[in-house]
């Protein structure tokens, strides 16, 4: 990707940029809270990784065994996200997914709920959210942070990384239940609904955390975390999230209404023409 780094005066206002199958506009905060980029951060992840490691450990190699055990692949899935500075790292995850071959139109890189590509031992780890537990790793390594916007594909990331991506954040909590909501979206229309409608309120919500982070803010966002697992239901999503996409659909069906009226009347007027 080429293009400078400065941090544009405006909130929220897409820049063009050109990289290798990167997002083509980006959006960039107004400044970065001097948290983001701390020493003290740094240190609380470091910390808090390496003990939770430890008391995991052996949490990690029973899901390892039980993916092992039940479906054919490794235990681990490895992806490449955009971190810090619009730089790639791998994430690591449980595999939670079929392995199979690539076949031509196979597109979709999005998950939902039930999904034909999930495990049976997959789709309780994401629904525990087990299967970030490996990310532990990532965060101790210095890719990632416990807080802070989630790391996603090239093609999909709209915002400008001037923060080490989170394992949780804002927008994370706000969107738990994603692949519940993406349930009813037809398959065709699933990566364009993420990337266009899902991803850019994400940004907003990320880029005001990269604004106004602290360590407070922090330890909220991983209690809320937290206590959002321990009360999670695979049939609720949240109300935030359910008000955010009621409005936006009517927005997005008043639009394709004026959009159809316009078009019967050019249809029209053409048939008016040729008569």
């Not at 790639?88 to 890189?109: A, N, Q, S």
Request: proline share 4%; net charge positive.
């Amino acid at each position: 990707m080429t293009g400078s780094w400065t941090v544009s005066s405006t909130s929220l206002r897409p820049e063009k940029t050109a990289g290798d199958g990167d997002s083509e506009f980006l959006f960039r905060p107004r400044f970065v809270s001097p948290w983001c980029r701390s020493r003290f951060k740094r240190c609380f992840d470091v910390g808090l990784s390496f003990v939770l490691l430890i008391l995991f450990s052996p949490l990690m190699l029973l899901i390892s065994f039980l993916i092992k055990a039940t479906s054919e692949g490794p235990a681990l899935f490895r992806q490449r996200r955009v971190g810090l500075n619009q730089k790639k790292f791998v994430i690591l995850k449980f595999r939670t997914m079929k392995i199979r071959r690539h076949r031509p139109g196979d597109t979709l890189t999005v998950t939902r709920h039930g999904d034909s590509r999930m495990t049976k031992v997959g789709s309780i780890l994401r629904r525990l959210k087990l299967d970030e537990l490996p990310q532990l790793i990532n965060v101790l390594r210095g890719e990632m942070s416990f807080v802070g916007p989630r790391p996603k594909l090239a093609e999909h990331e709209h915002l400008c990384m001037l923060c080490r991506p989170g394992i949780t954040g804002a927008a994370t909590l706000l969107f738990s239940n994603e692949e519940h909501l993406l349930h009813g979206v037809p398959d065709d229309s699933v990566e364009h609904y993420v990337v266009n409608v899902l991803n850019p309120e994400k940004c907003r919500l990320d880029i005001e955390y990269m604004e106004t982070a602290n360590f407070v803010s922090d330890l909220k966002i991983i209690w809320r975390t937290v206590f959002k697992l321990g009360k999670r239901s695979r049939n609720i999503i949240s109300s935030d999230a359910a008000r955010f996409l009621k409005a936006r659909h009517g927005r997005e069906k008043s639009a394709a209404k004026v959009y159809e009226v316009e078009r019967a009347e050019a249809l029209r007027d053409d048939a008016r023409q040729s008569a």
